[in-house]
């Protein structure tokens, strides 16, 4: 989540590093729900009655059950590219930490 680092409507914004973990979280998990709740083989294959029509049916059941995986695979690295937002943000606040304190403290320098 990214909100006015003033509390208003003005030209700084502020990253919440814990909502980024969060979604992170979140969506590692939704992932998994959401490929769960397709069987590992697919849906089931309708009859037709026909054997054409019944190949075309099965060719349509891969195509989705094909995009559904790819959704879910999606999902998962929509939340490894949130937890690398989260890290970045979180080692940039630690090293901006360090020079601040290196500036109030030279003396301090490690």
Same mark, same amino acid.
């Given at each position: 989540?990214?909100?006015?680092? $003033?509390?208003?409507?003005? $030209? !700084?914004?502020?990253?919440?590093?814990? %909502?980024?973990?969060?979604?992170?979280?979140?969506?590692?998990?939704?992932?998994?729900?959401?490929? !769960?709740?397709?069987? /590992? $083989?697919?849906?089931?294959?309708? %009859? !037709?009655?026909?054997?054409?029509? $019944?190949?075309?049916?099965?060719?349509?059941?891969?195509?989705?059950?094909?995009? &559904?995986?790819?959704?879910?695979?999606?999902?998962?690295?929509?939340?490894?590219?949130?937890?690398? /937002? &989260?890290?970045?943000?979180?080692?940039?606040?630690?090293?901006?930490?360090?020079?601040?304190?290196?500036?109030? /403290?030279? %003396?301090?320098?490690?």
């Amino acid at each position: 989540m990214v909100i006015p680092a $003033d509390g208003g409507g003005g $030209d !700084g914004f502020q990253v919440v590093i814990s %909502d980024l973990a969060s979604a992170s979280t979140t969506f590692a998990t939704e992932s998994t729900t959401f490929k !769960g709740i397709m069987p /590992a $083989d697919g849906p089931p294959q309708p %009859d !037709g009655g026909d054997g054409a029509f $019944d190949g075309a049916l099965k060719a349509v059941v891969q195509m989705i059950s094909a995009c &559904h995986l790819q959704a879910a695979g999606v999902i998962l690295n929509d939340s490894q590219k949130l937890k690398s /937002a &989260h890290d970045n943000y979180a080692k940039t606040e630690e090293s901006l930490t360090q020079l601040c304190n290196q500036i109030i /403290a030279p %003396d301090k320098i490690k």
